[in-house]
């Protein structure tokens, strides 16, 4: 089994993952009740389907009993250019770097998919599940068991040779392969991810409230957002990259090597005038293939006004008096809102 994981890894290379580690599925006792009290503190916000299926989410043996290995692989997407300089450009969109051209889910799956076929070749007789942020599996403990990296105190996973610029995938399988050791903790004293928070979304260090999140904000948050967070979101679109871009870690951060991660050149501070008056088809074709895509052109649009709201360009205003009375409530309000600071 040793010679078959390391022949693994040289498959889980070729396909472009820069690392790989494993672990048994019931790796991550504390995970529950890390979950648990997350849960119960109301910290998930609207995202109700992190408290359906806990036991799965908590004890990954529950959720496949015959899984003995859980396979955790990392993929790199590095940005080219620092992403905090995008956010001078008030007038401009900053969209997250990971949202920046092709929709990761489909870019990982077929990797995983890839190195599961391989090993299922190797091991006839035995199965596999591939997962990529779409099921109840807690990747990042998972990752930290699997020695990948640890949690650090954004709660988002660190490395000591990738950074924290890079997706996880999950393979679970039959096969039982020998485990690696779990990660430590390597954020010392440093308090850099905290401090740059926009929003203090970070009660203390290791945890995060959701809400007052700007990835959670402008992604998973339906309708209006609450008026004190809104002047906090600057010109942030769609996701938040702040406390990933400060971290130390990343300077032994490697280059990615998928070309479909680098930005398309129109998602790079675009005009946030041009995306306001994105109708639905329109919202549809500039982010087809996109993870943009699946909240919709009213929320992006609402997003979009909360940043024309946080511009101080009373040139926007026009297109934002255009939007007043728009089909969705939430818009409307948007950009009210929007008019209102710019006077």
């Not at 050791?181 to 926009?198: F, K, M, N, Q, R």
């Not at 996109?290 to 649009?301: A, M, N, T, W």
Request: glycine residues 8%; proline residues 6%; aromatic residues 8%.
């Amino acid at each position: 089994m040793s010679d078959l994981k390391a022949a693994l890894l040289t498959e889980a290379r070729a396909a472009g993952f820069a690392k790989m580690g494993v672990c048994r599925p019931d790796a991550i006792p504390q995970a529950a009740g890390r979950l648990a009290g997350f849960v119960e503190g109301g910290r998930h916000g609207q995202m109700g389907w992190m408290a359906e299926r806990m036991g799965w989410r908590g004890d990954p043996a529950a959720l496949w009993p015959e899984a003995r290995s859980v396979i955790m692989l990392a993929e790199v997407y590095t940005p080219d250019a620092d992403p905090l300089e995008a956010l001078t450009h008030r007038d401009r969109a900053t969209i997250s770097v990971y949202a920046q051209n092709r929709d990761y889910h489909d870019l990982v799956k077929k990797r995983l998919k890839r190195v599961g076929r391989w090993l299922l070749d190797q091991a006839p007789g035995h199965q596999i599940k591939v997962f990529v942020d779409t099921a109840p599996v807690m990747e990042k403990p998972l990752a930290e068991a699997a020695g990948l990296g640890w949690q650090g105190k954004h709660t988002n996973l660190l490395s000591r040779d990738l950074g924290n610029w890079f997706f996880l995938g999950a393979i679970f399988t039959t096969v039982d392969l020998p485990p690696d050791t779990p990660e430590a903790e390597h954020c010392g004293s440093c308090t850099a991810c905290l401090d740059i928070c926009p929003t203090d979304a970070f009660p203390a260090p290791f945890q995060l409230d959701a809400r007052r999140c700007i990835s959670y904000l402008t992604i998973e948050h339906k309708g209006p957002v609450d008026a004190d967070l809104r002047p906090l979101m600057g010109n942030r679109i769609y996701g938040c990259d702040d406390c990933l871009a400060v971290c130390p870690w990343n300077k032994f951060a490697q280059t990615a090597t998928e070309m479909r991660y680098a930005a398309r050149p129109e998602l790079v501070s675009p005009r946030l005038v041009d995306l306001a008056r994105l109708d639905d088809a329109g919202f549809r074709a500039l982010f087809a293939g996109s993870p943009i895509k699946r909240i919709g052109r009213d929320r992006f649009v609402r997003n979009v006004l909360y940043a024309i709201g946080n511009s101080a360009d009373a040139g926007l205003a026009p297109v934002a008096q255009s939007l007043t009375e728009d089909a969705d409530a939430t818009v409307a309000d948007a950009a009210r809102w929007a008019v209102e600071r710019l006077r």
